[in-house]
């Protein structure tokens, strides 16, 4: 069906510096250590191999970083952050490492199958991330098909709801709402993967609502999952599938399973 990064940084200064310098002398040392040290752990875009089957790309938007993975249809916003030796980590909106960078630029992948990491090897360069244009009758029809598809697949009964006529005057919401839609739809299905945490979401929850907000969230209200999204925040202005299930499992107390 469709489916919608202190020991480097003085090492590097003590380097810079002689046994005796003007202060001047020394700060110019410092700085010039820490811009190396900013060199290190780059990330590199481009298209990656992880392993035998896994191919993704790696793009930068802004100050964080586009992730997409080969034959899926969702684009993962990971913020960077320093991490011990030089290295740095891009992580998830839920805070979970997405990838690692080593020092010298060498980059793991970390997946559910293998939290231990992949190591990935570059293969070329990443085109730019899809721009993707959505009609308000794309969003009418991404929310019948995507519960369409989580009853057909893990027989789980929702309704995706939304006021259709405030969003019909704000074509600028319409590619955020379809997102937040499909990435609602595979975070449930992601969480749904455990017959427990299906019977408990079929108990808690029997409707997704999407409204606009000042930032992206979820709140679980009576029996409905209210998904909010910020259309001025672009890619990182909806909820991705990971936070959908993570914030499900959190809501509910169902660990989530890992296959």
């Given at each position: 069906?469709?489916?919608t990064?202190?020991?480097?940084?003085?090492?590097?200064?003590?380097?810079?510096?002689?046994?005796?310098?003007?202060?001047?002398?020394?700060?110019d040392g410092?700085?010039?250590a820490k811009l190396?040290?900013?060199q290190?752990?780059?990330v590199?875009?481009?298209?990656?191999?992880?392993g035998?089957?896994v191919?993704?790309?790696?793009?930068?938007?802004?100050?964080?970083?586009?992730?997409?993975?080969?034959?899926?249809p969702?684009?993962?916003?990971?913020?960077?952050?320093?991490?011990p030796m030089?290295?740095?980590v891009l992580k998830?909106?839920?805070?979970?490492?997405?990838?690692?960078?080593?020092?010298?630029g060498?980059?793991?992948?970390?997946?559910?199958?293998?939290?231990?990491?992949i190591?990935?090897?570059?293969?070329?360069?990443a085109?730019?991330?899809?721009?993707?244009s959505?009609s308000l009758?794309?969003?009418?029809?991404?929310?019948?098909?995507?519960?369409?598809?989580?009853?057909?697949?893990?027989?789980?009964?929702?309704?995706f709801?939304?006021d259709?006529?405030?969003l019909?005057?704000?074509p600028?919401?319409w590619?955020p709402?379809?997102?937040?839609i499909?990435?609602?739809a595979r975070?449930?299905?992601?969480?749904?993967?455990a017959m427990?945490?299906?019977?408990t979401?079929?108990?808690?929850?029997?409707a997704?609502?999407l409204?606009?907000?000042?930032?992206?969230?979820?709140?679980?209200?009576?029996k409905?999952?209210?998904?909010?999204f910020?259309?001025?925040?672009g890619y990182?202005?909806?909820?991705?599938s990971?936070?959908?299930a993570?914030?499900?499992?959190k809501a509910?107390?169902?660990p989530?399973?890992?296959?």
């Amino acid at each position: 069906m469709k489916r919608t990064q202190f020991a480097i940084v003085m090492a590097l200064a003590l380097a810079g510096m002689g046994p005796v310098r003007a202060p001047a002398a020394q700060a110019d040392g410092r700085l010039s250590a820490k811009l190396e040290a900013d060199q290190i752990g780059v990330v590199d875009p481009g298209i990656y191999e992880a392993g035998e089957t896994v191919r993704f790309a790696l793009t930068p938007w802004g100050h964080k970083y586009l992730l997409r993975f080969e034959d899926e249809p969702e684009t993962f916003v990971l913020t960077a952050a320093h991490a011990p030796m030089g290295a740095r980590v891009l992580k998830y909106d839920t805070g979970v490492i997405a990838l690692s960078v080593s020092g010298w630029g060498a980059i793991t992948l970390y997946t559910d199958a293998k939290p231990s990491g992949i190591p990935a090897v570059r293969t070329a360069d990443a085109p730019p991330a899809p721009v993707i244009s959505a009609s308000l009758n794309d969003l009418e029809n991404a929310a019948h098909d995507e519960a369409a598809h989580l009853n057909y697949v893990r027989e789980v009964k929702l309704v995706f709801l939304a006021d259709w006529n405030k969003l019909a005057n704000e074509p600028a919401s319409w590619t955020p709402a379809f997102e937040a839609i499909t990435n609602t739809a595979r975070g449930i299905e992601y969480f749904t993967r455990a017959m427990k945490a299906r019977q408990t979401l079929a108990q808690s929850i029997d409707a997704v609502r999407l409204q606009s907000g000042s930032k992206p969230a979820l709140t679980l209200t009576g029996k409905t999952l209210v998904v909010t999204f910020a259309a001025e925040n672009g890619y990182a202005g909806r909820p991705s599938s990971r936070a959908v299930a993570r914030g499900l499992s959190k809501a509910l107390s169902v660990p989530l399973h890992r296959e």
